[in-house]
């Protein structure tokens, strides 16, 4: 029998980000900086989940700024509309749609064991409100509504992807065979990044010490600022060890940044004090971040290729998405 020459279809990757703040060094290190590369292996989709940040009250004007600043990053770091779906949440309504079918799919005692519902009711008493209880389901719309095979995660949003499989199982158990299964995808070469202030906790959006956090649109300034304010101890040795939380985390950022091994820096900073090691890693992180932060000023000051972006992602998307609508609408049994 001939070979036949059949191009086998990619995988499909899907990756959202809420834009509640500017995406942190953490961000960018941990996952974004990636994500380029999965455009060439993957058939990639990537979004602004405006939607999911509402459960915590936002200001208007401000989530407005930051969904404009943050499409602006994506395409910065090397986000391609050409090679990618790249979209904002709230501009394709199947999300909404199919979020409410699926919140019917999915049971209570699940959500209620949901380890993020329990964290951010804590973190704002004030507003436990039933769309932070019931965020799950509209996660589980955003992957299956594109037959995601493969969700990049890290181990805290593991939960939300099983309870989007359990979800996606218990339809396909009742319906037959509507929605993609999908699988966790562990990036291997990304880095986690801890407060510069605190390097017990991982460097997050939230962190209370402005030190402690380093932002994409940081000035450089700004950046060598922090680094060199970084907690370290009291051996003055740079060296990755136990109990050395915070050269431990300078370390690793400069190794994501540089390409060097641990034992490489610790051979380059043998017998140099901590402020040579703190500077360096600041110009590091600067010099890194100084490409992504030209491309994001360029993009910042052409807002109408902005908007026409963020339509044409908005259409791809709905086009995507509609045809899974579709079929789950008919499934159950609506008049469409």
Known sequence: MPEQNIKERKKRSLSLIQPTSVPTLGNYLGAMKGWPAFQDDFDTVFGIADLHSITVRQDPKKLRELTVQLYAILLAVGLDPEKSILFIQSHVPQHSQLGWIL???????????????????????????????????????????????????????????EIARDIAERFNGIYGNVFTVPEP????????????????????????????????????????????????????????AEGKDGINNLMTIYSAVTGKSFETIESEFAGRGYGDFKTAVGEAVVAELEPVQKKYNEYMSDKAYLQEQWTKGAQLAKKVSQRTLDKVMKKIGFLI
Do not use: W
């Open 185 to 240: 995808y562990f990036p291997k070469n990304g880095a986690r990044v801890m407060s510069l202030a605190d390097p017990a906790r991982k460097m997050s959006k939230s962190d209370p010490n402005p030190k402690g956090t380093v932002y994409l649109t940081d000035e450089p300034n700004v950046i060598m600022k922090k680094f060199k304010s970084a907690v370290t101890d009291s051996e003055m040795s740079v060296r990755y």
């Open 103 to 161: 919140n019917c799919y999915t049971m209570f005692g699940e959500l209620n064991r949901m380890t993020q519902f329990k964290d951010k009711s804590q973190q704002h008493s004030d507003n436990v409100n039933s769309g932070l209880f019931t965020y799950p389901c509209l996660m589980a719309a955003d992957i299956l509504l594109y037959h995601a095979d493969v969700v990049p995660v890290g181990a805290d949003q593991k939960q939300h992807l």
